[in-house]
């Protein structure tokens, strides 16, 4: 028995457990393991704690996150099919929607029937600005931007922005552009997704 409980206390079970241990050493564990009901008990409890602990400890993505990713993806696989980007005008205080309608009516930028939040299809990139249309179905998580400057220009829909706990109310047409340093986030207030047309601009 003492030998068992010496095993134990080694801390090799613990590495089994995280794959850290050698060919030689996992075999031996294995062996054990068909013949030791402590050692069975003592790697059933340190998988149930590693997995407590993992839950505990979990972080939640940016739900934003995957959309923006898929996006790169479709915005490759479009150039590579001979997709011409051309570079819209940047956003600013008098723009229209009129001014896009060259860039947002192109095919290829539909919204797919499983959209599910946030969605996003890029028109250009460079290194200085991304451009892209972003379909937001209800709210957006708070987010604070260091590098970039967000400009929005409503295309569809309607959403409040806050900023800082201030609250401003976008319609279709309305340009809103987000303060480095700010707290914010987009909650749609229209029965349809608020669709906006979305510049990201390095500060």
Known sequence: MKEVKDYIDSGILELYVMGNTTPRESKEVEELLLV?????????????????????????????????????????????NGWQPGFPPLIHADSKISDYTDWITQPGLELPADFKEVHAKIIAHKPEVLTAIVWIKSRTPHETHTRELEHFLILEGTCDITIDGNVHHLVAGNVFSIPLYKDHTVTVTSKIPCKVLLQRVAA
């Open 36 to 80: 030791s009901s402590e050692i069975r008990k003592e790697i059933n409890e340190i998988q149930a704690a590693m997995e407590g602990y993992a839950q505990a400890h979990a972080v939640i993505p940016n739900p934003t996150i995957k959309p923006f990713l898929m996006a790169a993806i479709d915005y490759a696989d479009r150039l590579k």
